[in-house]
């Protein structure tokens, strides 16, 4: 069974500071990836996803993953984080084969301060 | 376009109740995944229903389950509450359930059972 781990549960920076968030996973199948924002009393929205091509997937709010199979990882990053960035953000992995069923990690809360 | 609907938001019930929430899928939508987020335990899957099955389940006991109707809408109940059932209940919904299609979510029931 799969499993993903978020390295980090908080990770406090300031505003227009670079940013990354660590996601690891392991699966003995092939993979989809994705990384999900929550914002307080909301759902989780997509941010970006891996599907296959290019391992360099990017978001239209500035947030960019890469997805690297030989360390099993797909760190989050953005080079300047803005207040509005303050979430909670949750790395997920899909197996291929397995419907919809996605297995979270525990997620990182980004806390991006003035 | 609507995106997820979830009602009620807010439940508060005793322990021994049973409860009943709603999703109500965008239109289209004819995969739904139930979800429970705790502070505890994250984000771990229920089910998955598509076109009035149920395609995935997770690890959850009996007293968890759950039904699509014809027109994509999902219901999940659950009987006998314990304490432990007080979490955040998210729904998605997706196109066609097909792995890659994105997730949508609705902004959840929050459950609480005293």
């Known amino acids: 069974a799969q499993s993903v781990t978020q390295l980090d549960s908080q990770v406090p920076v300031f505003e227009e500071a670079p940013v990354e968030l660590r996601c690891n996973y392991s699966?003995?199948?092939?993979?989809?990836l994705f990384w999900y924002v929550q914002y307080p009393n909301q759902g989780l929205q997509l941010l970006l996803k891996?599907?296959?091509?290019?391992?360099l997937v990017e978001s239209i709010n500035g947030f960019e993953a890469e997805f690297n199979k030989s360390q099993t990882s797909f760190h989050l990053r953005k080079p300047s984080v803005h207040i509005s960035d303050t979430a909670e953000y949750f790395c997920?992995?899909?197996?291929?084969?397995?419907?919809?069923?996605?297995?979270f990690g525990g997620g990182t809360r980004l806390m991006v301060k003035p | 376009k609507a995106g997820v609907t979830q009602t009620p938001r807010y439940l508060i019930k005793t322990r021994g109740q049973q409860v009943t929430l709603s999703c109500s899928p965008i239109?289209?939508?004819?995969?739904v995944s139930w979800y429970q987020q705790t502070p505890g335990q994250g984000l771990q899957f229920l089910f998955e229903?598509?076109?009035?099955?149920?395609?995935n389940k997770g690890n959850f006991p009996g007293r968890f389950s759950g039904r699509q109707f014809s027109n994509s809408r999902s219901e999940m109940n659950v009987s006998t509450l314990e304490l432990g059932d007080s979490a955040l209940y998210l729904c998605?919904?997706?196109?066609?359930?097909?792995?890659?299609?994105?997730?949508?979510f609705g902004p959840g029931t929050r459950l609480t059972v005293l």
């Open positions: 891996y599907l296959s091509g290019s391992t």
């Open positions: 699966s003995s199948v092939s993979v989809y």
């Open positions: 239109s289209g939508h004819r995969s």
């Open positions: 997920a992995v899909l197996e291929g084969g397995a419907g919809n069923m996605l297995t």
């Open positions: 229903y598509f076109s009035e099955t149920q395609r």
């Open positions: 998605a919904s997706s196109l066609a359930g097909v792995a890659g299609n994105e997730q949508f």
